[in-house]
């Protein structure tokens, strides 16, 4: 398992993170900001924990993300 934590109170709404993982990036029609789909807000971030299988794209959609609000672990 791994854990996503987003940090969505920094996203400019690039939509970086859309473009390389879109089964798990959307962007918001209300504030044109991301959101992590799936995710529970804990605290300022949201957050999920998804399979090894999702590791590859939402570590590219980490590394484009020009903000770093997106961390793995």
């Given amino acids: 398992m791994m854990l996503i934590q987003f940090f969505r109170n920094k996203c400019i709404g690039c939509n970086y993170c859309?473009?390389?993982a879109p089964?798990?990036?959307?962007?918001?029609?209300?504030?044109?900001?991301?959101?992590?789909v799936g995710g529970k807000k804990k605290g300022n971030m949201y957050?999920?924990?998804?399979?090894?299988?999702?590791?590859?794209?939402?570590?590219?959609a980490a590394n484009v993300c020009?903000?770093?609000?997106?961390?793995?672990?």
């Fill in 18 to 20: 859309v473009e390389v």
């Fill in 23 to 36: 089964e798990r990036w959307q962007m918001s029609k209300r504030d044109g900001k991301c959101v992590l």
């Fill in 47 to 60: 957050q999920i924990k998804v399979g090894e299988h999702e590791r590859y794209v939402n570590e590219q």
């Fill in 66 to 73: 020009p903000v770093n609000v997106i961390r793995l672990d």
